[in-house]
């Protein structure tokens, strides 16, 4: 059995997304178009359902698939997009939200941003419950970062190892495998 050493309690989560939610509504709220909030399957479902409940803006959510990592912890630097938006995105402002920014190449070479405007995007934000600035290879712009954190593989809240460790409610890093 795994060890998990706890990083982010369930409470200090709920505590940083309400704080999330509060800023963005405040971005969007005078807004002259309709908010969009693409979720990246499947880290992000966790965070994004806990999200959507703290922006006080109407909006819509939908969720793209991303393949890079394929159970490996380290980045293959193959992207390709598995699962595209069921919503037409002309017009909306949209905002992307990952579990969390590492190396950047798959925000990057999944080409999500790009694609997005070149649907007509009103506008396109980046926001990332986690980012590990130390490991980027890749420049990507974050609009609204939840925590930065060290170079450690973490679960929980959404992320795995393995398709491991999703359902945990709090964010902690896997010590040990027996
Ligand atoms: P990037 O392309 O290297 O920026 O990695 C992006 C994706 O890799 C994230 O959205 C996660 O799904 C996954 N990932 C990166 N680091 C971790 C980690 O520490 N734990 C779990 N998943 C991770
Ligand atoms: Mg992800």
Do not use: W
């Amino acid at each position: 059995m795994a060890t998990i050493e706890t990083l982010f309690s369930a409470e200090t989560l709920h505590q940083r997304v309400r704080e999330l939610g509060e800023q963005i509504t405040h971005d969007y709220q005078q807004s002259d178009a309709p908010l969009l909030v693409v979720g990246v399957l499947k880290g992000a479902t966790l965070f994004l359902a806990d999200l959507v409940r703290c922006i006080g803006c109407p909006l819509e959510f939908d969720f793209v698939a991303i393949s890079s990592y394929a159970g490996a912890t380290q980045t293959s630097g193959e992207v390709r997009i598995l699962k595209d938006l069921d919503i037409a995105v002309t017009g909306k402002h949209v905002l992307i939200v990952e579990d969390i920014l590492d190396t950047g190449l798959t925000l990057k070479f999944s080409y999500l941003i790009e694609s997005l405007l070149a649907r007509h995007a009103k506008s396109v934000r980046v926001c990332v419950l986690l980012d590990k600035p130390s490991r980027r290879r890749v420049e990507v712009a974050v609009d609204y970062c939840g925590f930065q954190i060290e170079d450690r593989f973490v679960v929980g809240y959404g992320m795995d190892y393995a398709e491991q460790y999703r359902n945990l409610p709090y964010i902690g890093v896997v010590q040990s495998v027996s």
